[in-house]
């Protein structure tokens, strides 16, 4: 079964960049929809992105729109999450994950409901 290895995080002040990677072993991430979740401290769980295989669709959670950016590299094995002007609520663990579908229609429940995770990355947003 492919297996999710998350890179790119760390400490950025608010209004930065980082960009997460989200490796595949294993098997190829080609073959699925990709997506990111996040936990914040004391927080649920929260869908943040999904881009699906063949059409690239991708969606976003509402408070990420216009600064995260949901890409692919399949002969890279790779799927990236282009976080720009972050804010201190981006704070959180992120989770490369999937549910081993072509298809997403939706960043998180019901249109995305993964069932492999990576073993998450921290992100911290703060001056």
């Known amino acids: 079964q492919v297996q999710l290895v998350e890179s790119g995080g760390g400490t950025v002040q608010p209004g930065g960049s980082l960009r997460l990677s989200c490796a595949g072993s294993?098997?190829?991430?080609?073959?699925?929809?990709i997506g990111w979740f996040r936990q914040a401290p004391g927080k649920e769980r929260e869908g943040v992105s999904c881009i699906s295989r063949d059409d690239y669709s991708t969606h976003y959670r509402n408070s990420v729109k216009g600064r995260f950016t949901i890409s692919r590299d399949d002969a890279a094995n790779t799927v990236y999450l282009q976080m720009d002007n972050l804010k201190p609520e981006d704070s959180a663990t992120y989770y490369c994950?999937?549910?081993?579908?072509?298809?997403?229609?939706?960043?998180?429940?019901?249109?995305?409901?993964?069932?492999?995770w990576g073993q998450g990355i921290q992100v911290t947003v703060s001056s």
């Open positions: 994950t999937t549910d081993l579908e072509y298809y997403c229609s939706g960043y998180g429940p019901p249109g995305f409901i993964p069932t492999v």
């Open positions: 294993g098997g190829s991430l080609a073959s699925y929809a």
